[in-house]
């Protein structure tokens, strides 16, 4: 059998030096791309008569070594890998396209069960230079499919990746499937958000206080469509002054007593945030009601500190370097009414915040997590979700007098349902304490004044709104 390659720049070209060889009966068997162009493997028709022929071929090479040498050479190709790669595409273009897409087709089926081959049949490519070729010559002298030794059988793939991928197809379908209907709920919300003036002026409004993209739209979905602007601000005051938790229906926490651990970010306020409680609570108890100690063996003079506000108390501070050392001193100051424990700031990402927080998992220890009220709203919800707890989650609010905007911190306490233990407005001990107030503190948020690069106008909503806002879990639903 007469096969040769020709190399050239194009398959076209490839094709011409086949037909300058072989004449107008060339089979095109194989077409690749390679670095200086393209490769053609090609024959002759008649060539195909030896294929049916192949024991004949066989017998007068072992009657007639000597005469029959080229056929002994070609014979000797046949038992190749190429060479049966050539016999499995010796056939006419049109054929091996048929030939290639009936048996992925029937390989799918057999692996998947059908699934989706109607939907999604497989695609072939083929090359150029074979479907330039004159199809009417091709069809001529196609080979059936049960003579062609590509049809032997083989063993059958392994069923659990076709399903697998199949079963990847059906999540990505899915998955666009919900993105589209979200993209479009999302189009239609602001839409009608636009067409109501009210709305969308609170909307902007909720967006330039700080509050988050995913708050905002969860609040404003639920405004009553009959609200005239003053009912609408008024709705919107309630809905987020009830969703803030705050402990104003119990005793204030230095009224109330326990131990209790002040957690959180470096730099937060946590000593002085303890100072400040120790102060009240030695004000309405007396000083031998407070104990304090501290675990802050990292930073520099942090225990010299807390030594110092307790010497303005006449409260002694106490040291522990680990959980043993805590755990005796929680014993030596059992009868306090508060015991404040003073922790190392920690950022979210430390390795050493898991050792802290296992120190601080005994019995009867109460964490509160210290938050800087000036923070981005995205740093407070990484320190929250870090931080989280078993049980109630209580927090303080520190540093509003630094805070731009109060809107990112009380949206985070509200989306994480914290209960807001009180808030510090200064670094004067005590003074600057004040118990949470969540009208006041909302009220103050909506009269943020202070302007921004950040803030956005109206026509800038569509890009805070691009994708629709995951939907809130139970805890996390508003009660509006």
Known sequence: MNIQRFHAATSREALAKARAVFGEGTLILSNRPTPNGVEVVATAEDALSSLNRPAESANRVTQKPAANA???AALAMAQTPVEEDTEQLAMSTLSF???????????????????????????????????????????????????????????APAASPAVMNSKGIVDELQSMKDMIEERFNTMAWLGKAKQDPIQANLMLKLIRAGYSPTLARAVMERLPEDATPAEAVRWLMDVLERNLRTDAGTKPIFDQGGIYALVGATGVGKTTTAAKLAAHCARVHGANSVGLITLDTYRVAAHEQLRAFGRMLGVVAHLAHDRAALQDLLGLLGNKKMVLIDTTGIAPKDPRK??????????????????????????????????????????????IDEAAKLG???DAIIRHQMVLRGVCNGQRVPEDWEAADSKKLVRASMRSSTKSAFDPKAADLNFFFSSSPPTPSRKERMHA
């Open 70 to 72: 080229p056929s002994v």
């Open 97 to 155: 396209q048929d030939y290639v897409r009936e048996r992925m087709l029937r390989r799918r089926h057999e692996t998947s069960g059908g699934f989706n081959d109607e939907i999604f049949p497989p695609k072939t490519e083929f090359p150029a230079a074979a479907a330039s070729a004159p199809q009417p010559q091709r069809a001529n002298h196609a080979v059936p499919l049960a003579a062609a030794p590509a049809a032997r059988a083989k063993p």
């Open 354 to 399: 898991r050792d802290m927080m296992d120190v601080l998992d005994l019995p009867n220890v109460n964490r509160l997590l210290v938050l800087n009220a000036g923070s981005h709203g995205d740093t407070l919800d990484e320190v929250m979700t870090s931080f989280k707890t078993r049980g109630v989650q209580q927090a303080i609010l520190s540093k």
């Open 408 to 410: 990112p911190a009380l």
